[in-house]
């Protein structure tokens, strides 16, 4: 009777045990992808030859952490910056940067409208709500990133982009939290293809 008890209470024991364990997996697989779903990701790309010239069109999502978000609530204003980048192989040297751009978008919230402000290249708009705000940063079209003469047709190329926050532009205080605090290192990866004036007039993922 005694090892039958016994017997029971070991086997409840460890049935316990294993609910635990299977517990935190799951927790830590929420928190996983609660961590990843912030962020910035390319959604689509396509970059094409206009009259010679080739035009950047893209469109990232964008994922703000809780702390980014009530940032910009109180009036910080983020800096959104797309860099493009053309790198010509040498088997001698390092890669040459053929070409380098970049554009800034400028993401603020208004108090008394209570909407939020895009800016860039000169031209700015409103949004009604940070989904739709996120969505307008995020979309880039038309960018041109190169021009006719800057190529060499008998070269191959290595082409890239990326969207980031740029944490120089943020307030003194805001800087010195951000580099304490991951939430705010806000990046996409840099996206590379391979590229060349021969090639199709329109490129597209």
């Known amino acids: 009777m005694v090892f039958t008890t016994l017997y029971l209470e070991k086997k409840a024991m460890s049935q316990r045990i294993k609910q635990l364990i299977l517990f935190c997996l799951m927790a830590v697989c929420i928190a996983s992808t609660t961590v990843h779903a912030e962020g910035i990701k390319i959604k689509s790309f396509e970059m094409e030859k206009v009259d010679g010239e080739w035009l950047l069109n893209t469109s990232f999502q964008i994922e703000l952490t809780p702390g980014l978000e009530d940032a910009i609530q109180k009036g910080v204003v983020l800096y959104f910056q797309v860099d493009f980048e053309l790198m010509r192989s040498r088997w001698y040297w390092f890669d040459e940067k053929t070409i380098f751009a970049q554009r800034q978008i400028r993401l603020s919230y208004q108090p008394l409208t209570q909407q939020y402000r895009i800016a860039s290249e000169g031209f700015s708009f409103s949004a009604k709500n940070l989904g739709e705000a996120l969505q307008a940063v995020g979309s880039i079209g038309g960018w041109r990133v190169i021009e006719a003469n800057q190529l060499d047709p008998n070269r191959s190329y290595t082409a890239g982009f990326r969207m980031f926050l740029d944490l120089s532009k943020l307030p003194k205080p ?16 840099w996206y590379r293809f391979p590229f060349s004036t021969n090639g199709p007039n329109l490129i597209k993922r």
């Open 174 to 189: 805001f800087q010195v939290n951000a580099l304490n605090n991951r939430d705010w290192n806000v990046s996409s990866d």
